[in-house]
């Protein structure tokens, strides 16, 4: 597989982890700025409890997060992290993520080093404020530097308090240097391959199979570092386009506009009828109770009006795995797929006819269980009522479900501020709050809803 590594006028911007819109974003598996081969060097403060570690700065998430020690008494500013990028690279930017899940930490004034050894650090060659806010900052220094070693220095705090918190710290490299030199190329492209470049320059390779990079000519007689391409209609192009960067400033080059409408196609052939489709059974009702059992593997609410998955435990949808393999989108993918015959369902349901409750379709049913004290210290979990919705689950007459447990359950809605975080009810407490779609402390339960035929 090609590498293609952006450069306009001998300054590369190969971005890891962006997402190049027009660009392949295979990278080589070693060398030069590939991040899963970073080591750290020194950080001089982190997290005691070893969960927010200085390695999560560099570990290509942004779930995770590198925190100096904050508790019981902070590590004082300035604080630092330095990494080596086991090979030597033309650093030409980098990009910070701050936390993303709160405010805490953010870096305001900063310096960026590179070095050689990891020794000699010499002078910046970046400082600056990073502005308040959880946007990704990219920083492109004013002149790239050869060097293994990179070091980032936290001079003061947005909030305040002494620490700092990082998501991730990454950084733009150029073209090694001891790739060979494979040629010059006018045009876009080069030996048939297309390039990045607008204007011919010069490709170079290393490694088998060789691995490509471009260092392209300038435009209109001034250099240019490429930095990233966009979809979206912004910066006055309608359609996308590409980032340059000449110095501080950034230009934009536009994609070409949609063409004409096509002429129609011929008509497709009939195809042959298809099978008669089976709907999955309704809702069943009677004359007393709030939850009531269809006989199928479902139990009808008669509040909300929804059919949930009568086993509340079902272990084929995920539950009673470890934390980690019943993460949140793993979750939905496995309701979304479960069909009669699974989990004791004879209903006639059919893949895409499960989904995970909403937040509100959540909140309507834990609601007259907290207002009956079903929770921990009262009447006790978990914060659902009994069939006839007079007593906690756990008395009264009895449930229609089986192997309802207190803790924590997943819901479909995601966080509109942080959608990286999703609502969950805690069945313990009978309480709605968000937690990390990726949440590491605990598990989550899944159990499934869906409506009658429409």
Same mark, same amino acid.
């Not at 060097?147 to 909030?159: D, E, T």
């Not at 010069?202 to 930095?227: K, R």
């Given at each position: 597989?090609?590498?293609?590594?952006?450069?306009?006028?001998?300054?590369?911007?190969?971005?890891? %982890?962006?997402?190049?819109?027009?660009?392949?974003?295979?990278?080589?598996?070693?060398?030069?700025?590939?991040?899963?081969?970073?080591?750290?060097?020194?950080?001089?403060?982190?997290?005691?409890?070893?969960?927010?570690?200085?390695?999560?700065?560099?570990?290509? @998430?942004?779930?995770?997060?590198?925190?100096?020690?904050?508790?019981?008494?902070?590590?004082?500013?300035?604080?630092?992290?330095?990494?080596?990028?086991?090979?030597?690279?033309?650093?030409?930017?980098?990009?910070?993520?701050?936390?993303?899940?709160?405010?805490?930490?953010?870096?305001?004034?900063?310096?960026?080093y590179v070095s050689v050894d990891g020794i000699d650090w010499g002078a910046p060659v970046a400082t600056g404020t990073f502005v308040n806010d959880a946007t990704t900052k990219i920083v492109i220094l004013t002149q790239a530097k050869?060097?293994?070693?990179?070091?980032?220095?936290?001079?003061?705090?947005?909030?305040?308090?002494?620490?700092?918190?990082?998501?991730?710290?990454?950084?733009?490299?150029?073209?090694?240097?001891?790739?060979?030199?494979?040629?010059?190329?006018?045009?876009? $492209?080069?030996?048939?391959?297309?390039?990045?470049?607008?204007?011919?320059?010069?490709?170079?390779?290393?490694?088998?199979?060789?691995?490509?990079?471009?260092?392209?000519?300038?435009?209109?007689?001034?250099?240019? $570092?490429?930095?990233?391409?966009?979809?979206?209609?912004?910066?006055?192009?309608?359609?996308?386009?590409?980032?340059?960067?000449?110095?501080?400033?950034?230009?934009?080059?536009?994609?070409?506009?949609?063409?004409?409408?096509?002429?129609?196609?011929?008509?497709?052939?009939?195809?042959?009828?298809?099978?008669?489709?089976?709907?999955?059974?309704?809702?069943?009702?009677?004359?007393?109770?709030?939850?009531?059992?269809?006989?199928?593997?479902?139990?009808?609410?008669?509040?909300?009006?929804?059919?949930?998955?009568?086993?509340?435990?079902?272990?084929?949808?995920?539950?009673?795995?470890?934390?980690?393999?019943?993460?949140?989108?793993?979750? @939905?993918?496995a309701v979304a797929e479960l069909a009669t015959g699974t989990c004791g369902l004879t209903d006639g349901s059919a893949p895409g006819d499960w989904r995970l409750p909403t937040k509100a379709e959540w909140a309507a049913t834990i609601?007259?269980?907290?207002?009956?004290?079903?929770?921990?210290?009262?009447? %006790?979990?978990? @914060?659902?009522?009994?069939?006839? %919705?007079?007593?906690?689950?756990?008395?009264?007459?009895?449930?229609?479900?089986?192997?309802?447990?207190?803790?924590?359950?997943?819901?479909?809605?995601?966080?509109?501020?942080?959608?990286?975080?999703?609502? @969950?009810?805690?069945?313990?407490? %009978?309480?709605?709050?968000?937690?990390?779609?990726?949440?590491?402390?605990?598990?989550?339960?899944?159990?499934?809803?869906?409506?009658?035929?429409?």
């Amino acid at each position: 597989m090609k590498t293609r590594r952006h450069t306009i006028s001998g300054i590369s911007a190969f971005a890891l %982890g962006l997402v190049l819109a027009a660009a392949p974003r295979a990278m080589a598996q070693s060398g030069c700025g590939f991040q899963a081969n970073w080591t750290l060097q020194f950080a001089d403060s982190q997290d005691p409890s070893g969960v927010n570690g200085a390695l999560n700065a560099f570990d290509g @998430s942004t779930v995770t997060v590198w925190s100096t020690a904050w508790s019981p008494t902070p590590a004082p500013l300035p604080h630092e992290i330095q990494i080596n990028l086991r090979s030597a690279c033309i650093v030409s930017a980098f990009r910070l993520t701050p936390w993303l899940d709160a405010p805490y930490g953010r870096i305001g004034d900063y310096e960026f080093y590179v070095s050689v050894d990891g020794i000699d650090w010499g002078a910046p060659v970046a400082t600056g404020t990073f502005v308040n806010d959880a946007t990704t900052k990219i920083v492109i220094l004013t002149q790239a530097k050869v060097g293994q070693y990179i070091r980032l220095r936290a001079l003061s705090a947005h909030q305040g308090a002494p620490f700092t918190t990082v998501a991730e710290l990454q950084v733009l490299v150029g073209v090694p240097p001891d790739e060979g030199f494979l040629g010059y190329f006018t045009g876009t $492209t080069f030996r048939g391959l297309p390039t990045p470049c607008l204007n011919g320059g010069a490709a170079y390779g290393a490694g088998d199979p060789v691995e490509i990079s471009y260092s392209c000519n300038g435009l209109n007689g001034a250099n240019a $570092t490429f930095v990233d391409y966009f979809s979206d209609a912004a910066h006055g192009c309608p359609s996308g386009g590409a980032i340059y960067a000449t110095g501080p400033t950034l230009s934009y080059i536009c994609n070409g506009t949609k063409g004409d409408k096509g002429d129609p196609g011929e008509k497709g052939e009939k195809g042959d009828a298809g099978a008669s489709a089976t709907r999955a059974a309704g809702p069943c009702f009677d004359n007393r109770n709030r939850y009531v059992d269809c006989g199928n593997g479902t139990v009808t609410d008669t509040v909300t009006g929804l059919i949930w998955l009568k086993d509340a435990s079902c272990a084929a949808l995920g539950n009673h795995l470890a934390w980690d393999l019943n993460y949140w989108a793993t979750s @939905s993918q496995a309701v979304a797929e479960l069909a009669t015959g699974t989990c004791g369902l004879t209903d006639g349901s059919a893949p895409g006819d499960w989904r995970l409750p909403t937040k509100a379709e959540w909140a309507a049913t834990i609601a007259r269980a907290v207002a009956l004290g079903c929770v921990v210290g009262a009447g %006790g979990p978990p @914060s659902l009522t009994d069939d006839w %919705g007079f007593a906690c689950l756990g008395s009264g007459s009895g449930s229609s479900f089986v192997d309802v447990v207190g803790g924590l359950y997943w819901s479909s809605t995601a966080d509109e501020t942080y959608p990286m975080n999703v609502w @969950s009810p805690d069945l313990n407490v %009978g309480y709605l709050g968000t937690l990390s779609k990726v949440d590491r402390s605990r598990g989550h339960h899944i159990w499934p809803v869906r409506v009658g035929p429409r």
